[in-house]
């Protein structure tokens, strides 16, 4: 497909290539049999620049493979509030995490040689990719965690908590920046001057280019889609280089060049646009090589890359209760017990376990791509004289029959998206709390929560399991989590956000307001 747009822009009268991007945010998630990592709050909770760098290398491969050139991430929001519903897509609440994590640029890119102009986009070689670093700037402050939201604090406290990330980004060469759906104080991001021009390009000596975030002129009135003749004018002016227009392109052409002509937009200001955009074409090989490599196709998926997302799925689990009574912990799980009881909405869900940007953009349910489940990867674990017995749903007719050793439950949310995973309550989705509860009262339990943010855990739950690990949104390789269970790796990651007592304390988060957190920032047992 993407050559087929190649060989058509190829044939125009200027022969100038397309870039193609696509929404590669936790590997290549779009294509059916990619390696699908850990979503970004997972990496987060591991702490490991190197990790997120070796990522950055498999998904460009992978992103190149199936011939397109540009990914969309990274995202460097910090996230200060779970109830955002893209959360999940930020590395956590604090900005040197965020900081660290921004190594995946370079992955992604490749290494800027010694002496490479600051502020001047790199891309290494034809196994490399554009990145996007996203959504300029402060998407993760907003109020009450609203998605698209309103960002209220000072400049001060924009540049050291929000904009920090993007001097790490830029000082790797990262070729693209995407504004934020988003505002500040109450001004649009599309349309912020100071922020796009004078501070992103001037200040900060950005030299890629800009570019919206999909659709994003249609955001900016109400209703969706009005003013739209403004709508342009407005981010253009403010530093905007590429638009994403999916839809209404031609109406789009036709009020550009209208505004062109007349001179509200300005042929310097075209120009600036023009030579960011072809700087970027440049830089990416794009006008050497245009058309696919098709020679890494048989890189999608293969083995190293697998393992790599494992290594990455183990270094995130975070290990919160242990042991009733912490002389007698539950953990490593014995892989030769007699019998085992596996339960839960997550245990046996490969769409769950990946969450959204997963195939489809939301995400969905069941064996959506080429992976292995929790379940899976239990039966592989354990002894081959142990028995494994699954049911989603436990009934009391499960418990009439011979003893478990102990119970796996794994629970948490389903997959969502933007402003779809917004959420005040934050509580465990499909009854999962009272199924972890039933099964408790019977057996000795290890919850796994699956999820994209801290959620409620009430204390007579907690109470009752004998242990918790949150295992995020771990993406394809269930192996991953089975190795550290079972005790064949250890226990690595801590909290890269603060886990709330009650959705009441929201927003919370280390430093500033921390108070009585149900686990604070960094948390983390070993075992």
Same mark, same amino acid.
């Given at each position: 497909?993407?050559?087929?747009?190649?060989?058509?822009?190829?044939?125009?009268?200027?022969?100038?290539?397309?870039?193609?991007?696509?929404?590669?945010?936790?590997?290549?998630?779009?294509?059916? +049999?990619? $390696?699908?990592?850990?979503? *970004?709050? !997972?990496?987060?909770? #591991?702490?490991?620049? @190197? %990790?997120? &760098?070796?990522?950055?290398?498999?998904?460009?491969?992978?992103?190149?493979?199936?011939?397109?050139?540009?990914?969309?991430?990274?995202?460097?929001?910090?996230?200060?509030?779970?109830?955002?519903?893209?959360?999940?897509?930020?590395?956590?609440?604090?900005?040197?995490?965020?900081?660290?994590?921004?190594?995946?640029?370079?992955?992604?890119?490749?290494?800027?040689?010694?002496?490479?102009?600051?502020?001047?986009?790199?891309?290494?070689?034809?196994?490399?990719?554009?990145?996007?670093?996203?959504?300029?700037?402060?998407? +993760?402050? $907003?109020?009450?965690?609203? *998605?698209? !939201?309103?960002?209220? #604090?000072?400049?001060? @406290? %924009?540049? &050291?908590?929000?904009?920090?990330?993007?001097?790490?980004?830029?000082?790797?060469?990262?070729?693209?920046?995407?504004?934020?759906?988003?505002?500040?104080?109450?001004?649009?991001?599309?349309?912020?001057?100071?922020?796009?021009?004078?501070?992103?390009?001037?200040?900060?000596?950005?030299?890629?280019f800009v570019i919206t975030d999909w659709e994003a002129l249609d955001r900016l009135y109400s209703p969706h889609g009005s003013n739209y003749r403004e709508s342009i004018l407005s981010t253009v002016n403010a530093g905007i280089d590429?638009?994403?227009?999916?839809?209404?392109?031609?109406?789009?052409?036709?009020?550009?060049?209208?505004?062109?002509?007349?001179?509200?937009?300005?042929?310097?200001?075209?120009?600036?646009?023009?030579?960011?955009?072809?700087?970027?074409?440049?830089?990416?090989?794009?006008?050497?090589?245009?058309?696919?490599?098709?020679?890494?196709?048989?890189?999608?998926?293969?083995?190293?890359?697998?393992?790599?997302?494992?290594?990455?799925?183990?270094?995130?689990?975070?290990?919160?209760?242990?042991?009733?009574?912490?002389?007698?912990?539950?953990?490593?799980?014995?892989?030769?017990?007699?019998?085992?009881?596996?339960?839960?909405?997550?245990?046996?869900?490969?769409?769950?376990?990946?969450?959204?940007?997963?195939?489809?953009?939301?995400?969905?349910?069941?064996?959506?791509?080429?992976?292995?489940?929790?379940?899976?990867?239990?039966?592989?674990?354990?002894?081959?004289?142990?028995?494994?017995?699954?049911?989603?749903?436990?009934?009391?007719?499960?418990?009439?029959?011979?003893?478990?050793?102990?119970?796996?439950?794994?629970?948490?949310?389903?997959?969502?998206?933007?402003?779809?995973?917004?959420?005040?309550?934050?509580?465990?989705?499909?009854?999962?709390?009272?199924?972890?509860?039933?099964?408790?009262?019977?057996?000795?339990?290890?919850?796994?929560?699956?999820?994209?943010?801290?959620?409620?855990?009430?204390?007579?739950?907690?109470?009752?399991?004998?242990?918790?690990?949150?295992?995020?949104?771990?993406?394809?390789?269930?192996?991953?989590?089975?190795?550290?269970?079972?005790?064949?790796?250890?226990?690595?990651?801590?909290?890269?956000?603060?886990?709330?007592?009650?959705?009441?304390?929201?927003?919370?988060?280390?430093?500033?307001?921390?108070?009585?957190?149900?686990?604070?920032?960094?948390?983390?047992?070993?075992?």
């Open positions: 497909m993407i050559d087929g747009l190649q060989k058509g822009a190829l044939e125009t009268r200027l022969g100038i290539p397309i870039i193609y991007g696509t929404d590669a945010v936790h590997g290549n998630n779009n294509v059916y +049999g990619t $390696t699908i990592f850990p979503h *970004n709050i !997972g990496l987060g909770a #591991t702490r490991d620049a @190197d %990790l997120a &760098r070796r990522i950055g290398e498999v998904t460009a491969l992978e992103v190149r493979a199936s011939g397109a050139q540009y990914a969309f991430a990274p995202c460097v929001a910090v996230s200060r509030d779970p109830r955002w519903g893209r959360c999940y897509e930020s590395y956590g609440e604090d900005t040197e995490i965020v900081r660290k994590m921004t190594s995946i640029v370079t992955g992604l890119q490749g290494q800027p040689p010694e002496g490479h102009l600051k502020g001047y986009p790199f891309v290494a070689g034809r196994n490399n990719v554009l990145a996007s670093a996203k959504h300029f700037v402060g998407d +993760g402050g $907003t109020e009450n965690g609203t *998605n698209e !939201g309103n960002t209220i #604090t000072s400049y001060d @406290d %924009l540049e &050291r908590i929000h904009l920090a990330p993007y001097l790490d980004c830029i000082s790797q060469g990262v070729c693209t920046v995407m504004a934020s759906y988003s505002s500040w104080n109450g001004k649009k991001l599309h349309t912020d001057h100071f922020l796009l021009t004078e501070l992103l390009k001037k200040k900060l000596g950005f030299m890629g590429m638009v994403m227009v999916p839809f209404r392109y031609e109406l789009f052409l036709e009020e550009f060049l209208s505004l062109a002509e007349s001179g509200e937009i300005s042929m310097a200001r075209i120009d600036d646009a023009v030579e960011r955009i072809l700087r970027v074409k440049f830089v990416s090989g794009v006008f050497e090589h245009p058309m696919a490599d098709r020679s890494l196709l048989d890189l999608v998926g293969c083995k190293a890359h697998r393992e790599l997302a494992r290594e990455a799925v183990r270094k995130s689990l975070v290990l919160l209760k242990n042991g009733k009574d912490p002389k007698r912990p539950l953990l490593p799980l014995n892989k030769k017990a007699k019998r085992i009881l596996v339960a839960g909405t997550h245990a046996d869900n490969l769409g769950y376990q990946c969450g959204g940007w997963t195939i489809s953009w939301e995400g969905t349910s069941g064996k959506i791509t080429e992976g292995t489940t929790m379940l899976e990867a239990i039966k592989e674990m354990v002894d081959h004289n142990t028995e494994v017995v699954y049911e989603q749903n436990p009934s009391p007719e499960t418990f009439s029959g011979e003893e478990f050793s102990f119970a796996i439950v794994a629970v948490g949310e389903g997959p969502y998206v933007e402003s779809g995973g917004d959420d005040p309550e934050l509580k465990i989705h499909f009854n999962g709390a009272e199924l972890a509860s039933l099964v408790a009262d019977k057996v000795p339990t290890l919850v796994i929560l699956i999820t994209g943010r801290p959620l409620v855990v009430e204390p007579s739950l907690l109470e009752k399991i004998e242990a918790l690990v949150v295992a995020w949104l771990p993406g394809s390789e269930g192996r991953g989590i089975t190795d550290v269970i079972f005790g064949d790796y250890p226990f690595q990651g801590k909290l890269p956000m603060t886990w709330f007592r009650s959705v009441n304390q929201l927003p919370v988060h280390s430093g500033d307001n921390s108070l009585d957190p149900l686990f604070p920032f960094g948390f983390g047992l070993t075992c």
